[in-house]
């Protein structure tokens, strides 16, 4: 029995630093995806702010050639003014410069928004470029940390099989499937150690008979509440089992 249990806990500490490990490498993926999302927000953000301060400034040159445009008719209708012989043509004239002042006064007033809202676009500009650099950063250096990482946990998952080949041709087999099938069922431990009278995964005292048994270790024995495989947890023979993991 004392063999078997050994084997036992070898064989699920090996099962679950292989669980473990399987666990990281399906992380991952998922990490290194994560910072390609990240990416292309950085680039949706990039590209809107490239594309806002375009439109701003294609608005800014509108206003600035429609404000010269004006100025251009202004200077004109002054100098037909000069040469209008008759009161009520002058008049007609002097209220077309008004108008088109009152134009440019607007055109100007525009300008000065767009003016004042490109500064503001520029500035998301440059907090957009900044932000998808960092991220296009982040993920370079931490992708090739993920691919190394991924690369020594394969290394580690190929020795561990080995291992555990090793201790499943050792195992009987009847004892081998009844661990297996606890393994998949809790989807964690199959083997608790019993200290102090008390299964250290589920936390039920075993009874005092039962735990007298497990003392004399004459057979294997399950914790009658989670049914898992149970030894005796301060027995020195297992001590250098337990201190390793």
């Not at 390609?36 to 990039?46: P, T």
């Not at 931490?142 to 190929?158: G, M």
Request: charged share 35%; hydrophobic share 35%.
């Amino acid at each position: 029995m004392e063999k078997t249990i050994k084997l036992l806990i070898r064989l699920q500490d090996c099962d679950l630093r292989i669980r473990k490990i399987t666990q990281k490498q399906a992380e991952g993926p998922l990490i290194i995806q994560r910072l390609a999302d990240g990416i292309k927000e950085a680039e949706e953000k990039l590209e809107t702010a490239k594309e806002n301060l375009a439109a701003a400034q294609k608005g800014r040159r509108g206003h600035e050639q429609g404000i010269e445009e004006l100025r251009g008719k202004i200077q004109k209708s002054n100098v037909k003014l000069s040469n209008i012989k008759s009161n009520k043509e002058y008049t007609a004239v002097l209220k077309e410069i008004d108008d088109l002042k009152k134009e440019m006064g607007r055109q100007e007033d525009a300008l000065l928004e767009i003016m004042e809202e490109l500064e503001h676009l520029e500035r998301d500009l440059a907090v957009a470029t900044r932000e998808h650099a960092a991220a296009m950063e982040k993920r370079d250096n931490q992708e090739a940390q993920i691919k190394s990482e991924l690369r020594i946990l394969e290394s580690e998952l190929s020795e561990l099989a080995k291992e555990r080949e090793s201790f499943i041709g050792s195992v009987d087999g009847q004892i081998l499937q009844r661990y297996i099938g606890l393994m998949n069922h809790r989807g964690g431990p199959a083997l608790s150690s019993v200290l102090k009278g008390v299964c250290q995964m589920c936390r039920l005292h075993i009874p005092p008979q039962k735990f007298n048994e497990l003392i004399r270790g004459e057979a294997i024995m399950s914790c009658p509440n989670c049914h898992r495989i149970i030894y005796w947890g301060e027995d020195e023979r297992f001590q250098d089992l337990l201190d390793a993991q």
